[in-house]
């Protein structure tokens, strides 16, 4: 067979093998995916979510919902009212705005509801909250810029979730939470209240608070706050309550105290500059450790009973208004060891009775040491300036038996 009988053949086998080439009788069956399909989550506007009497739009289903443009409220109503649980709400980057006026709040949760979860876009100028969702269960909360509003910013309700969530001049706090709540990379400026407020048992990370009116950052008892920073905010820094603990947070040039550390509360490896009263303030069984507080106009740190105070390092605290140490002890039965204390009106001050202090070290301070009687104290050493020191030579020793001594330098 020759070349081109070959091709023929294959062509015609390939024609065969190929099948009828005329359609079947009957309609064209439809293909592809419906509009449904392609996009399930249901646009907010008034022929999809009609509103009611209080609000601009009412969403009563289960379902995931988003904006398709900027949406605005109307005064005597809510601009978004969720009634139902189970509901997503994306603003897809678009805006709610209040406008002020007699508004109500951006989006309000009626009823007890559980399962609501709030991101990407921006709430501003309402008359009350720009997020009131005080009376759901179990929330999440991200990408957010809350601002403006008439009350609080974001008012959570238990178990809630925010993250990336930015709440800036609001009437009241910036973000107040529920118990057991989780709020992390949030920023609150400018509130008239409190920057951050939480319930029992939350969790704070990575958050800032700056210029608020207020607490910069409150946390309740049985909660820890990492990481986060507040500065110069109206009154205290940072409250640490009842059974929390501050780990690796920085409080600076705040109204009050730096920090606030209520019965059994910790602070490990803070910093608290530049206050104007005290860097740290402890109650009753406090534990503070591997902190710094420098230039505070009252105290470094300051406790009362029963607390530890080990491993911190003091400076220039009290200086500009001569009444201030380094550490001020005004109760009973605390430990205070290790502590490097430096240039403050008083080095170590304790006032009350019965506490111990061992093992601190204190240089340049108008008195490093100003301690009463009926206390516990460590051998005090002076150590002379040495010369140069080679190998093993030189140096004033404070080992053996002074191994509790507390140190001039």
Not at 40 to 61: F, K, L
Not at 144 to 163: E, K
Not at 356 to 374: E, F, H, K, M, Q
Request: a negative charge; hydrophobic letters at 35%.
């Amino acid at each position: 067979m020759n070349r081109v009988s070959s091709i023929v053949l294959a062509a015609v086998c390939s024609m065969a093998s190929a099948g009828p080439l005329t359609p079947p009788p009957g309609p064209v069956a439809p293909g592809g995916k419906t509009t449904a399909q392609i996009e399930p989550r249901t646009p907010i506007g008034i022929d999809t979510t009609p509103g009611d009497a209080d609000s601009v739009y009412r969403i009563d289903r289960p379902g995931s919902y988003y904006l398709t443009e900027n949406l605005f409220g109307e005064d005597g109503k809510s601009c978004i009212e969720v009634a139902s649980d189970g509901v997503q709400i994306d603003l897809m980057g678009f805006e709610l705005f209040g406008g002020f006026g007699s508004t109500l709040d951006g989006i309000a949760v009626s009823g007890s509801r559980r399962g609501l979860t709030i991101l990407n876009g921006r709430i501003r100028s309402f008359g009350r909250s720009a997020i009131a969702a005080n009376t759901i269960d179990t929330a999440v909360y991200r990408d957010l810029l809350i601002q403006d509003s008439g009350f609080v910013g974001l008012w959570m309700g238990d178990n809630a979730v925010a993250d990336r969530v930015s709440a800036r001049n609001n009437f009241a706090d910036g973000i107040l939470a529920g118990t057991g709540c989780t709020i992390v990379n949030c920023s609150t400026f400018d509130n008239n209240g409190e920057g951050i407020q939480t319930g029992v048992g939350c969790v704070i990370e990575n958050c800032t608070a700056a210029n608020n009116g207020n607490i910069g950052i409150s946390l309740a008892s049985n909660g820890t706050i990492r990481g986060s920073n507040a500065y110069n905010n109206g009154s205290i820094g940072i409250s640490v309550n009842i059974n929390s603990r501050a780990i690796g947070c920085t409080s600076t040039s705040n109204g009050s105290d730096g920090f606030s550390l209520n019965f059994n509360a910790q602070i490990i490896d803070c910093s608290a500059n530049s206050n104007i009263e005290n860097g740290i303030e402890g109650n009753d069984s406090a534990l503070i450790e591997g902190c710094s507080a420098i230039d505070n106009r009252m105290n470094g740190i300051r406790v009362r009973n029963a607390s530890t105070v080990r491993d911190n390092k003091c400076e220039g605290n009290g200086v500009g208004t001569n009444d201030g140490a380094g550490v001020f002890v005004t109760g009973v039965e605390n430990r205070i060891d290790g502590n490097d204390v430096a240039n403050n009106d008083r080095g170590i001050d304790v006032d009350g009775t019965r506490n111990l202090v061992i093992r601190n070290s204190a240089s340049s301070n108008g008195s490093n040491y100003t301690i009463v009687g009926n206390n516990s104290v460590g051998l005090l050493i002076t150590l002379n300036p040495s010369g140069i020191i080679s190998g093993t030579t030189g140096g004033s020793g404070v080992g053996g038996n002074q191994a509790w001594a507390n140190i001039n330098y």
